[in-house]
C-alpha cells in the first residue's frame, strides 16, 4: 500500500472516529437540517426551472462544515456518460463510475438525479434503486401524479462509502402487470437525464513526498477534470529550458488524454497554492524556494513553502544538457525513481523514432490485433442487453484511401447458439456508418454429428465461433475513428416465461485489421490532421522534425500556449517530445527542413509580418485581414485561361477586430523549402484559453479544418484559402490515375496524343508495308 493510501485510510479512520464521537456528543440540529443516522431515502419533486434550481441537498450526519474544503460538481457527461439513459425492463441498470484524487478527502457527497420514468408501472411493485459501491443508498418510489413528468431527487451520499474508484448504480425495478408479464415490455422504461449532477466537497490530504508516487499529485488519473499543471521558471527561460519543459508537458498531455492539459507559467516565484513543477539550474532564483545543491540531472518532491499539503516536482541540472537529460528520463520512466530525490545518471536516450511508429497509430506496416488497441476484458458481453464492444482506432491521417475497396477486418467472434433460428445479429459498425449485420446461427443438437459438413461445431464451453472477413468503409474511416461491434441477442417470444439471461458474446482479441496497403499521401494544408492528430508534427513521434518559433520578447500566454499544444501533441501520439527544438524567427532559416509551429501575437511575432505574403491572413494596425482566394477565378483560369472578372473581387476579405479576443489557426506551405508545412498559431492573453478549450474540446474540434479556422469565445469557423501543396508519396501508377483524375483537360489532352500516336504509328507502318510491296 503507497504512502498516499496510508495517509488516506488513516484520514478517514479518523473522520470516521471524529463521526462516532459527534453522532453521541453534539447538540441536536436545528430543524431546518435534521440530523440522520441512516441514509434517507430521498422524497422526489417535479424538476423546477433550471434557473431556479437550489443547491444541492447535502447529508447532516457527522459531516465536517463543507465551508472548509472545496466543493465540485459534476454532470454524467463529464463523468464519461455521454450518451441518453434509458433504463428498460424489469431490471435496467447502469453505472456511474466515479473516483477522487489520492490527495483529497471527502467530506460530504450528495446526487442530484434528474429521471422521469413510465406511467404504467405499478407503485406497489415498482421504485428506482440507487446504490453506492454495491450499499444500498436510497430507493426512490414511483408516484403516479409524477409519472412521465421530469423529476429532481436530492440524494445524500454517506462519505464513508466513497473510496478512490467508486460507482452509481441506477436500478428500475418495474412491472406494470400483477399477472404474467414480459421482462422486455415497452412500458417498462425510465430515463436519467445527462444534466444530474455528483456533488463533492473535499479537503486537501497531505502525502508524502515520494517519487515513486509519479505522476501524482501533480496529475490524477482519478481526475476526470481538465488538468492544471503549473509551471515555473527563473527570472530568464532560454530556449532549452523551455524545450526540457516541452517534453514534461508532452509528457503530462499524453497522460491527460481525453481530459488536456493546461499549464500556467510563472516566473521568478510560486504560485499561491497547488502542485507545480519547478526548471531549475544553480543559476535559477525564485522567491520563497529553497533549491537543494544540483549535482547533476536530478528530481525531487518536496512541500510547497507556503501550504505544506502541496507538492512541487523540481527538475534540475547544471547546465541546459543536464536539465534536459532530467526531463527526458521523468518523461521515459519515472517510475523507476523511488525517495523523495534523485540523480539520474547513466541515462541513454532512446533511439529516434521512425516515420508513423507513434505508440497511439495503427500500424501502417502490419496487420494489428484489435487486443492491441483495448483490454481483452473489453471484448466480451453477456444477457440480452449486452453493451457495445468499442475498439478505439487513431490512425495515421495522411493514409491515401482513394479508390480504396475497404480497410481489411478479419473478425472471428463467438457467441453462445440459439435455440432456433431467429433475427439475432452482431452488428458491425465504424463510427455511425453501419458496415456489416452477421447473422448468429442456430445450434441443432439432431445436426451435431462429425459426419455432417453443415453441423455448427461448439467449443469446449459450449459457444460457437466464427470467422468473418469485412471490409471497412474508408472514407467512414478518419484519424480517429471507432469500431463498435454489438451483439443482438433476440429474447424468447411470449409471456409467463422466465427470461433466462444466459447468452453471451466474446470478439476475439486476435481479430485484425490491416491498413499496411495504404500509402501516405495528403493534401495540405489541412489543420483537420494538425487538430485532431498533431500532422505533419506527429509524423515522428519524439517530434525530431518539428520546431517551434516563439517570439523573441515571448509573454507568458505564448509560453503556456506553446506547453498546451505540445502536450496535444503528446496525447496525439503516447511519447513524449524528446527530440523538439524551440526557437526564435532570426535563427528560422536553419531549420528549413523541418515542420515550423509558429507562436506569437499577429504583431509580436516578426515572421507574421516576414511571411504576410504567403500567408491567408496579414495584419494591419486596427484589423485583421483574411485573403482568401477565389475559387472560381481559379476554375475559370484552369479551363479558358487567364481573364478578368469584374463581378468576382480579385480577393476575399474577413475582416476582424484586433482587440485581442480573437485566435487563429493557419496553415500554410513553408516559404523555405516546399513540401514543408507551416502551422501558425495566432492568440493573445485573452484568447489563448479559447483557443486551447476549442483544441481540447471534442464538439469544437471537428469544425477545425481547412486552411485557417478563427476561434472567438466557443465559436469556430473555418475557411479554405490559399495554395494547395501535398505531402507523401504514391505508386507511379496509384499518382498518375490520381493526377489525371483531378485534371480533366490534361486526360483529355493525353488521350488526343495517344490517339494522335496511335495515328501516326498505324500510318508509318502502313507506308512501311505499301512499300514492301512496290517493291515487290
Known amino acids: 500500500m503507497t504512502s498516499a493510501r496510508l495517509s488516506r485510510c488513516g484520514a478517514a479512520i479518523a473522520l470516521a472516529l471524529w463521526a462516532c464521537a459527534g453522532a453521541a456528543a453534539t447538540p441536536p440540529a436545528p430543524a431546518s437540517a435534521p440530523a440522520t443516522s441512516a441514509p434517507a431515502t430521498a422524497a422526489p419533486s417535479p424538476a423546477p426551472n433550471p434557473a431556479s434550481i437550489p443547491a444541492p441537498i447535502v447529508a447532516a450526519t457527522a459531516q465536517p462544515p463543507a465551508a472548509s474544503g472545496t466543493v465540485r ?45 413510465s406511467p404504467a408501472l405499478i407503485p406497489e411493485l415498482s421504485h428506482i434503486v440507487v446504490t453506492v459501491n454495491d450499499v444500498l443508498v436510497t430507493t426512490l418510489p414511483i408516484v403516479p401524479a409524477q409519472a412521465g413528468k421530469p423529476q429532481t431527487a436530492d440524494i445524500p451520499i454517506d462519505r464513508r462509502l466513497i473510496t478512490e474508484f467508486n460507482r452509481i448504480n441506477i436500478e428500475l425495478v418495474g412491472h406494470y402487470t400483477r399477472d404474467c408479464e414480459d421482462p422486455l415490455h415497452s412500458s417498462l422504461w425510465a430515463t436519467v437525464d445527462a444534466s444530474s449532477t455528483l456533488r463533492l466537497s473535499v479537503v486537501p ?164 490485433k484489435l487486443g492491441e488497441l483495448a483490454p481483452a476484458s473489453e471484448f466480451s458481453v453477456a444477457g440480452y442487453a449486452p453493451d457495445v464492444v468499442k475498439v478505439n482506432l487513431q490512425l495515421p491521417p495522411d493514409l491515401f484511401t482513394w479508390r480504396s475497396r475497404g480497410i481489411p477486418l478479419d473478425l472471428t467472434y463467438n457467441y453462445t447458439p440459439r435455440v432456433r433460428p431467429d433475427q439475432s445479429t452482431l452488428n458491425v459498425s465504424l463510427g455511425d456508418s453501419f458496415v456489416a449485420s452477421l447473422p448468429l446461427r442456430a445450434a441443432n443438437p439432431a445436426e451435431q454429428h462429425w459426419w455432417n459438413p453443415f453441423a455448427l461445431p461448439l467449443l469446449p464451453d459450449g459457444t460457437v465461433s466464427q470467422t468473418k472477413d469485412l471490409l471497412l468503409p474508408p472514407l467512414a474511416l478518419g484519424s480517429r475513428s471507432q469500431l463498435r461491434m454489438h451483439y443482438y441477442f433476440e429474447p424468447p417470444a411470449g409471456n409467463c416465461k422466465p427470461l433466462v439471461d444466459n447468452v453471451r458474446g466474446n470478439v476475439d482479441p486476435a481479430s485484425t485489421i490491416d491498413v499496411s496497403g495504404l500509402p501516405h499521401y495528403i493534401a495540405m494544408p489541412e489543420l483537420a490532421a494538425f487538430a485532431n492528430s498533431g500532422f505533419p ?80 491572413l496579414s495584419a494591419t494596425k486596427e484589423a485583421r485581414d483574411f485573403r482568401l482566394g477565389t475559387w472560381l477565378d481559379d476554375t475559370l483560369t484552369f479551363i479558358a485561361g487567364t481573364r478578368q472578372r469584374e463581378d468576382l473581387p480579385a480577393s476575399t476579405q474577413m475582416t476582424v477586430t484586433d482587440d ?117
Open 205 to 368: 490530504l497531505k502525502i508524502a513526498s515520494d517519487l515513486a508516487s509519479l505522476p501524482q499529485p501533480f496529475f490524477d488519473r482519478r481526475d476526470v477534470r481538465r488538468a492544471s499543471i503549473p509551471f515555473v521558471f527563473g527570472t530568464a527561460t532560454p530556449t532549452s529550458t523551455l524545450e526540457a519543459a516541452g517534453i514534461v508537458s508532452s509528457w503530462f498531455g499524453a497522460l491527460a488524454g481525453y481530459r488536456g492539459a493546461v499549464f500556467p507559467v510563472s516566473h521568478g516565484e510560486l504560485p499561491a497554492a497547488g502542485h507545480a513543477v519547478v526548471f531549475a539550474t544553480p543559476e535559477t532564483s525564485i522567491a520563497g524556494l529553497a533549491l537543494p545543491a544540483i549535482q547533476g540531472p536530478s528530481l525531487a518532491v518536496v512541500d510547497h513553502p507556503r501550504d505544506a499539503n502541496y507538492k512541487l516536482l523540481l527538475v534540475m541540472g547544471r547546465n541546459p544538457a543536464e536539465l534536459r537529460t532530467a526531463a527526458s528520463a521523468l518523461a521515459i520512466n519515472s517510475r523507476a525513481f523511488t525517495g523523495a530525490s534523485a540523480l539520474v545518471s547513466n541515462f541513454v536516450e532512446p533511439a529516434p523514432r521512425q516515420p508513423y511508429d507513434a505508440p497511439r497509430w495503427l500500424s501502417s506496416v502490419r496487420a494489428v
Open 660 to 776: 485581442g479576443s480573437d485566435a487563429v489557426l493557419a496553415g500554410f506551405e513553408s516559404p523555405l523549402k516546399k513540401g514543408r508545412s507551416v502551422v501558425a498559431v495566432v492568440s493573445s492573453a485573452s484568447s489563448q484559453p479559447a483557443l486551447l478549450n476549442a483544441l481540447m474540446t471534442p464538439a469544437l474540434v471537428r469544425n477545425i479544418q481547412g486552411s485557417t479556422a478563427f476561434i472567438r469565445g466557443n465559436q469556430v469557423s473555418s475557411l479554405l484559402a490559399g495554395g494547395t501543396y501535398f505531402v507523401g508519396t504514391l505508386p507511379p501508377v496509384t499518382r498518375l490515375q490520381w493526377i489525371l483524375s483531378r485534371s480533366p483537360l490534361l486526360l483529355a489532352a493525353m488521350i488526343i496524343a495517344l490517339a494522335f500516336f496511335g495515328a501516326a504509328v498505324a500510318y508509318v507502318s502502313l507506308q512501311l508495308r505499301a512499300r514492301r510491296r512496290l517493291r515487290e
Open 73 to 117: 460538481e459534476l454532470n454524467l457527461t463529464q463523468l464519461g456518460i455521454d450518451y441518453a439513459i434509458n433504463l428498460r425492463g424489469t431490471t435496467g441498470t447502469v453505472g456511474i463510475p466515479f473516483s477522487v484524487r489520492a490527495d483529497e478527502l471527502v467530506t460530504s457527497a450528495s446526487l442530484r438525479l434528474n429521471y422521469a420514468y
Open 537 to 616: 508534427f506527429t509524423r515522428l513521434a519524439d517530434q525530431a522534425d518539428s520546431v517551434v518559433v516563439l517570439p523573441d520578447q515571448a509573454e507568458n500566454a505564448d509560453t503556456e500556449t506553446y506547453l498546451a499544444l505540445l502536450g496535444q501533441l503528446g496525447n496525439a501520439t503516447g511519447y513524449p517530445a524528446l527530440r523538439v527544438t524551440v526557437g526564435h524567427s532570426a535563427d528560422v532559416a536553419q531549420w528549413a527542413d523541418k515542420e515550423l509551429l509558429v507562436v506569437g501575437g499577429l504583431h509580436s511575432q516578426p515572421l507574421f509580418t516576414q511571411w504576410a505574403d504567403v500567408m491567408p
